[in-house]
């Protein structure tokens, strides 16, 4: 297979990189992303959060595996401790219940317990994104988050809803803005 780099294109002023299978980067039009992008697919987007909780992209990667129903990702600041008894908090707008087995886990062994979980505290959440809305995860581990980074949210997941026209992809019931400064990842042709 040959492939080749070709210069970054934009389209609508929309900036979309797409790589190949051997890393190249190939260049891809948005209505190609659009039309590449089905609901059901797995994601990953990183964008910044803004008041309404809907996120501008500032990276989308389609992703291609054999992912399984807890294997969904979100890293975050915590909103709220919605119930210390229950095991409930939320973050962006999903809530959020940890698993009675759940892991907590941090690089330095210090993150043990549910009760260390704190507002605004920047987490990275694995689990299964569920059929109501909410999330049940296995595990948690406090991340540190570069000060360029602060506002910035990363979800793992199955694309809900694709909307070519306005833009949008909602992932989790959560809406992202494609921008024309998103960049977009892909190994898929």
Excluded: C, H
Aim: glycine residues 8%.
């Amino acid at each position: 297979m040959q492939t080749f780099w070709k210069p970054v294109a934009t389209f609508a002023g929309f900036f979309f990189l797409l790589v190949g299978n051997d890393g190249s980067a190939q260049t891809k039009t948005a209505a190609e992303l659009f039309t590449a992008l089905k609901p059901g697919q797995w994601v990953k987007i990183e964008g910044a959060a803004q008041k309404d909780f809907t996120v501008i992209a500032k990276e989308v990667k389609l992703l291609t595996g054999d992912f399984q129903d807890d294997d969904f990702e979100i890293e975050a600041p915590v909103r709220a401790i919605m119930d210390k008894a229950k095991r409930q908090f939320q973050l962006l707008t999903i809530p959020i219940t940890m698993e009675a087995d759940a892991k907590y886990e941090s690089d330095d062994g210090t993150f043990t317990s549910f009760e260390q979980l704190r507002p605004g505290m920047f987490v990275e959440i694995e689990g299964a994104y569920l059929k109501d809305g909410s999330f049940l995860a296995d595990e948690v581990q406090p991340e540190t988050m570069d000060p360029e980074d602060a506002g910035n949210v990363v979800l793992v997941g199955k694309a809900e809803k694709v909307d070519g026209a306005k833009r949008t992809i909602t992932m989790m019931g959560v809406t992202f803005q494609i921008g024309e400064k998103t960049k977009v990842k892909s190994v898929i042709k």
